[in-house]
């Protein structure tokens, strides 16, 4: 069983944010050149009360000549998700 979260401060939920964020961007930039990318709004949004609630929201517009598969913005939020929970245990978890 996993420990619990500690209690989440305001600057917490900015770094878990852009963590998040970050994941997000990064495994896009490494499966999509820049050049083919038009446009990239990664929105995260968290809210914490009991347990901590994650929604992760990424508008991508890409060239229209890009090869990109049009599953890489799940496969960027699946992504995120996957690399949270280690992020969690080793600097929020009590």
């Not at 994650?54 to 990424?58: E, F, Q, R």
């Not at 969690?88 to 600097?91: F, I, K, Q, T, V």
């Given at each position: 069983m996993k420990n619990k979260l500690k209690n989440l401060t305001q600057e917490d939920l900015n770094q878990i944010s852009d963590f998040i964020s970050s994941s997000a961007q990064n495994f896009?930039?490494?499966k999509v050149s820049q050049k083919e990318i038009n446009d990239l709004d990664i929105k995260v949004e968290l809210s914490y009360d009991?347990?901590?609630e994650?929604?992760?929201?990424?508008d991508l517009s890409l060239d229209d000549l890009s090869s990109a598969s049009p599953d890489i913005v799940d496969e960027a939020i699946?992504?995120?998700f996957e690399v949270l929970e280690p992020f969690?245990?080793?600097?929020f978890r009590t």
């Open positions: 896009i930039s490494q009991e347990k901590l994650v929604d992760i929201t990424i699946e992504h995120s969690l245990d080793l600097n």
